[in-house]
């Protein structure tokens, strides 16, 4: 029983719509957040973590949304991960006019390829139990 797993064009699709999907997730989440900051008196803190939460979600609902084909989730869902985090980290940088990175920025990223590599898992799981009810 060799199997040769082959990485075709439906999976990066997939990859690329996911990553699309969380970073458009992210945006309009932060966006909303942002009002909600203006508003009100938050903390740093506070801003801190619901940040990363929006992100995590983000990664998390863009990997359930955006895998179509019920195969090679983990691949899938850190190549996700690693695309938001690139295009994300991209975007921020040319809005702040700011492109360091610092321990906080990789703790993040860390985080976030983690979440991803189970979301994928988790994803194409869902969509294989879906495709046996049919």
């Known amino acids: 029983m060799d199997k040769k797993l082959k990485f075709g064009k439906d999976d990066l699709i997939d ?19 942002a009002i909600i900051i203006k508003f009100t008196g938050i ?10 939460v ?23 869902g850190l190549a996700s991960g690693v695309l938001f985090v690139l ?20 703790i993040d990223s860390l985080i976030i390829m983690a979440e991803s590599l189970v979301s994928g898992i988790i994803a194409v799981n869902i969509k294989d139990r879906k495709a046996d009810r049919r």
């Open 87 to 106: 295009v994300t980290y991209i975007l921020f940088a040319i809005i702040n006019l700011d492109g360091k990175i610092d321990l906080m920025m990789v």
């Open 54 to 76: 929006i992100k995590s979600l983000s990664v998390v609902i863009g990997i359930l949304f955006g895998i179509k084909n019920a195969r090679l989730g983990a691949v899938k």
């Open 43 to 52: 903390e740093d803190k506070i801003i801190l973590v619901i940040n990363m």
């Open 15 to 33: 990859i690329v719509k996911s990553s699309l999907i969380a970073v458009v997730s992210s945006l309009v989440l932060i966006l909303v957040f």
